[in-house]
């Protein structure tokens, strides 16, 4: 076992279903204001009993790797007879040509999600939907599926298994860094006065800090 990895949902499912697509309207026309007041639009419509932004978390061994992976969902509906994952996507373009395989990422976001919840309640099935929600004339579309809770097993361990070089890459990048530092010593005769307060003091707040490997990643 190499070691634990942590990753978000959405970082997870953006570097396997990574393309040379220029449709960035889900991604850079809508504003962070802007995709958070029409989440909170959408959100305000659920039923009494229905959730918004649920934390989620789960653990996947992959080889001698295992991943910790956690993010947090839009939505999550009850009805009688099932539950609905709802995940919610802003944009300034037109929904006209957006159909239900425009933007396999979006299902792959919210097909993790689902795999988590219902893992964790013990649930057979369960429901997927994707509301996209067109910030400017606040129109909706969205489109539904159902999965199995193995359907969804076999797919968050292949997005795992997509992902699983470059988490051994890294792994071993920063090991072997952690062991150069380690063996490093100081370059000179002596500390100048102050210097190795000043060195203590980082050394004792960098052990305190628990720092997950996704902070290292880009955005």
């Known amino acids: 076992m190499i070691g634990e990895y942590g990753i978000s949902v959405r970082t997870l499912v953006e570097y396997v279903h ?28 659920y039923a009494k009993n229905d959730q918004k932004e649920i934390y989620l978390h789960t653990r996947i061994a992959c080889r001698e790797i295992e991943f910790d992976i956690e993010g947090r969902c839009d939505g999550l509906l009850f009805s009688d007879s099932a539950v609905t994952i709802d995940e919610i996507k802003s944009t300034s ?26 893992i964790g309640h013990g649930l057979p099935e ?5 509301t996209y929600v067109q910030v400017e004339a606040e129109q909706i579309k969205r489109f539904q599926q159902i999965y199995t809770v ?15 070089p470059f988490a051994k890459w890294q792994l071993q990048h ?3 860094r952690n062991e150069s530092i380690g063996n490093a010593t100081f370059p000179f005769d002596g500390y100048r006065k102050g210097q190795r307060k000043l060195a203590g003091a980082v050394l004792k707040r960098s052990r305190r800090k628990k720092v997950y490997l996704q902070a290292l990643l880009p955005e």
């Open 18 to 45: 990574r393309s040379g697509s220029i449709d960035l309207r889900f991604r850079t026309n809508t504003s962070m204001i802007e995709g958070t007041k029409a989440h909170q639009k959408i959100q305000a419509q």
């Open 93 to 118: 373009g037109d929904l006209v040509h957006v159909t239900e395989n425009s933007h396999p990422v979006h299902w792959a976001q919210a097909k993790c999600y689902a795999y988590m919840y219902a």
């Open 126 to 130: 369960i429901n997927i939907q994707l």
């Open 150 to 164: 193995e359907e969804l097993r076999q797919f968050i361990h292949q997005m795992v298994e997509g992902y699983y």
């Open 174 to 176: 920063i090991a072997k």
